[in-house]
């Protein structure tokens, strides 16, 4: 009898409260923890609510010799190997698409001058693309700024880098879109 007569006014109290006071008494909890918190670290704990974000869209035009604001995705020397021209030559070995998979690519390589710049001439811009076959070009070894977009993809990616070419072998290089 004792456990029943004590359940039973609990029951009743409990009935008695609404849900929106039971989630007010939970918000106000958390806003308290997270005042206390940002009292003894000095540092403002903003709720997840007042993010806010910014997207910018950037026109890259691959065949201009100009820097862009930054490097987008990651241009990489695979590998090199030995031919037997001993000749420097490039190739891409492949452009990987982080959704998509691999894709078919364009690229444009200028060349960096001994100083940092880079050079803008008619003549010094390379033109590359991911072929199945026969898609290397014979290119003097040296630092160069790449330009790389997709081929065939519905909404065009770029990857944009410096990448720096080894002398009297064939360079494979990674491309992965941003």
Same mark, same amino acid.
């Given at each position: 009898?004792?456990?029943?007569?004590?359940?039973?006014?609990?029951?009743?109290?409990?009935?008695?409260?609404?849900?929106?006071?039971?989630?007010?008494?939970?918000?106000?909890?958390?806003?308290?923890?997270?005042?206390?918190a940002?009292?003894?670290?000095?540092?403002?704990?903003?709720?997840?609510?007042?993010?806010?974000?910014?997207?910018?869209?950037? /026109?890259i035009? #691959?065949?201009?010799?100009? @820097? !862009? *604001?930054?490097?987008? +995705?990651? &241009?990489?020397?695979?590998?090199?190997?030995?031919?037997p021209?001993?000749?420097?030559?490039?190739?891409?070995?492949?452009?990987?698409?982080?959704?998509?998979?691999?894709?078919?690519?364009?690229?444009?390589m200028?060349?960096?001058?001994?100083?940092?710049?880079?050079?803008?001439?008619?003549?010094?811009?390379?033109?590359?693309?991911?072929?199945?076959?026969?898609?290397?070009?014979v290119?003097?070894?040296g630092?160069?700024?790449? /330009?790389?977009? #997709?081929?065939?993809?519905? @909404? !065009? *990616?770029?990857?944009? +880098?410096? &990448?720096?070419?080894?002398?009297?072998?064939?360079?494979?290089?990674?491309?992965?879109?941003?």
């Amino acid at each position: 009898m004792n456990k029943l007569t004590l359940i039973v006014p609990a029951l009743l109290i409990l009935s008695g409260c609404k849900s929106t006071d039971i989630s007010r008494a939970v918000k106000d909890g958390i806003n308290g923890a997270i005042n206390s918190a940002s009292s003894t670290t000095n540092q403002a704990i903003m709720p997840s609510s007042s993010k806010t974000y910014t997207t910018t869209e950037e /026109k890259i035009y #691959t065949y201009k010799a100009e @820097k !862009e *604001s930054r490097d987008f +995705g990651n &241009i990489s020397l695979a590998k090199t190997a030995v031919n037997p021209t001993k000749q420097t030559r490039v190739l891409i070995n492949q452009c990987l698409h982080p959704r998509v998979g691999e894709v078919k690519c364009e690229a444009y390589m200028h060349e960096i001058s001994p100083e940092g710049w880079i050079v803008d001439s008619q003549n010094n811009k390379i033109y590359l693309e991911k072929r199945s076959r026969y898609n290397d070009k014979v290119v003097p070894a040296g630092n160069y700024y790449m /330009k790389v977009k #997709t081929k065939g993809v519905a @909404k !065009e *990616s770029y990857a944009v +880098g410096d &990448i720096t070419i080894m002398p009297f072998v064939t360079n494979y290089v990674d491309i992965t879109f941003e």
